[in-house]
């Protein structure tokens, strides 16, 4: 008998077996549930499709805007498809000027600019996809992962867009979190919005 919990132990073994996830899709479609069987494909579709086609990022924007609606405890337990997983990993690079990101466990960002270290901002990984908020959205990102480095597109409320990227980082220094961290969500523009 199938069931999610038989579909998940066995992506877990082999993250890369396309077969057992389109099987799986397949499932879940036959089962009334489309949104998740959409999800699944999807996230095929981008994990293992090129990489570097023009419109990789639409597909992943798209996959990210599916999974928000599927249950969270799912997508969750989706983590087994994570290539490689980022939750409790620590990142360096550029998003327009050099920032350390720490994926905390349950979804919360830790990210030091040049002028201090905020901890107001939520990440997603979707496979080899990972969507971040600052400010309750005053920045979006996001990214593909391939290995150890993420590249990917942000842009905020002002309507700047530029490109980032990230490289995996085992600095025992960049992982620790300094003091002083500000948790502080400054979304004044969140309310202006609502008002």
Same mark, same amino acid.
Not at 72 to 98: F, K, Y
Not at 108 to 131: H, R, S
């Given at each position: ?93 550029? %998003? ?17 600019? %040049?002028?201090? %270290? ?24 996001l990214g593909l992962i391939t ?49």
């Open positions: 008998m199938h069931s999610d919990a038989t579909f998940l132990a066995l992506l877990a073994t082999d993250p890369g077996d396309r077969a057992a996830l389109a099987v799986y899709a397949d499932w879940l479609e036959g089962t009334g549930d489309v949104l998740r069987a959409d999800v699944l494909r999807r996230l095929d579709a981008i994990g293992y499709g090129e990489r570097d086609a023009p419109d990789r990022f639409e597909r992943a924007q798209q996959l990210v805007d599916v999974a928000v609606r599927a249950p969270p405890e799912w997508i969750a337990q989706l983590a087994v498809l994570a290539r490689p997983p980022l939750a409790g990993t620590v990142w360096h690079g550029s %998003t327009g000027h050099m920032v350390v990101m720490r994926f905390l466990a349950g979804g919360a960002l830790n990210y030091t600019q %040049t002028d201090a %270290t905020y901890q107001n901002g939520t990440w997603l990984q979707i496979g080899c996809v990972v969507a971040m908020e600052t400010n309750r959205h005053f920045a979006d990102y290995g150890e480095r993420i590249d990917g597109l942000a842009h905020n409320i002002m309507h700047e867009r530029w490109g980032w990227t990230a490289q995996r980082s085992y600095d025992p220094d960049e992982a620790q979190i300094p003091e002083g961290v500000i948790a502080t969500v400054f979304d004044e523009h969140a309310r202006r919005k609502k008002s």
